[in-house]
Nanobody
Framework: QVQLVESGGGLVQAGGSLRLSCSAS????????MHWFRQAPGKEREFVAA????????YHSDSVKGRFAISRDNAKNTVYLQMNSLNPEDTAVYYC???????????????WGKGTPVTVSS
């Protein structure tokens, strides 16, 4: 069992940056591939980024590639999402998720946090 708690969301102007954190409690954090998803109002939840267990491989959706970066610190049981050059289309609730394997499908995830809202004003 893994409990996930996101933090770091908020209101930011277009062009700004935010760093999201997801702290995990429970056992064996380093055994999970960690993911970030987001869900904008009226839209389906979509994949943002993922990072493998040792942090040696990362994946980013085309919409955030070059602007967002996922990382993890297994000693701190924490995964991060650094978000730069934010634009209003990035406005959404951002969710952290854990799964035994990499997937960009939200229905594949084993564990979810409750999300942290990000609002980007123009």
């Amino acid at each position: 069992q893994v409990q996930l708690v996101e933090s770091g969301g908020g209101l930011v102007q277009a062009g700004g940056s935010l760093r999201l954190s997801c702290s995990a409690s429970g056992r064996d954090f380093s055994r999970y591939v960690m993911h970030w998803f987001r869900q904008a109002p009226g839209k389906e939840r979509e994949f943002v980024a993922a990072i493998r267990r040792r942090g040696d491989s990362t994946y980013h959706s085309d919409s955030v590639k070059g602007r967002f970066a996922i990382s993890r610190d297994n000693a701190k049981n924490t995964v991060y999402l650094q978000m730069n050059s934010l634009n209003p289309e990035d406005t959404a609730v951002y969710y952290c998720a854990a799964n035994a394997a990499y997937s960009n499908y939200p229905q594949s995830m084993d564990y979810w946090g409750k999300g942290t809202p990000v609002t980007v004003s123009s």
